[in-house]
């Protein structure tokens, strides 16, 4: 190894490539999304920065960083590969609004938001959580 192979090897990739991650992630619990709500996830992740990718991913599966490989290689708990999994959950405004992270499986559940600007609102909210000192959300 050189230094710079060494250091892709220990932390992962440095971007987190958008396409790379769709492309990589299981949909579960499908009749529960509506129509445009996959498409305005993925336009929504697309939309921040690297260092908000990096969050969220972190949120979801407690790594902000790509594995050597991409996310065809992402590891589950137990070290074998297990994509990113969004899965949809019914949309209730009072006791299910925000996405929750399910670290040890890779998992998103989200809910089958009604609109965009709904969904915009209650993904980025979990950007504004410290994922380092406080575990809200997580599972």
Same mark, same amino acid.
């Given at each position: ?22 492309? %990589? !992630? ?11 709500? !996959? ?21 979801? !599966? ?6 050597? *490989? ?5 590891? *589950?708990?137990? *070290?074998?590969?297990?994509?990113? &999994? ?16 399910? !670290?040890?499986? %890779? ?9 965009? &600007? ?14 380092? %000192? ?6």
């Amino acid at each position: 190894f050189d230094f710079s192979e060494l250091e892709l090897f220990l932390g992962g990739c440095p971007e987190i490539d958008v396409e790379d991650w769709r492309s %990589n !992630t299981e949909e579960t619990s499908r009749e529960f999304a509506l129509p445009g709500n !996959t498409d305005w996830f993925w336009e929504i992740v697309g939309s921040w920065s690297h260092e908000q990718r990096a969050k969220f991913l972190q949120f979801v !599966t407690g790594t902000s960083q790509v594995p050597l *490989g991409g996310f065809s290689k992402l590891a *589950g708990h137990l *070290g074998e590969v297990k994509k990113f &999994e969004l899965k949809w959950v019914q949309y209730n405004a009072t006791t299910f609004r925000y996405p929750r992270g399910h !670290t040890c499986f %890779n998992r998103l559940d989200i809910p089958a938001y009604p609109s965009m &600007e709904e969904m915009k609102l209650c993904v980025e909210a979990v950007l504004n959580i410290d994922v380092e %000192n406080l575990r809200f959300g997580l599972e």
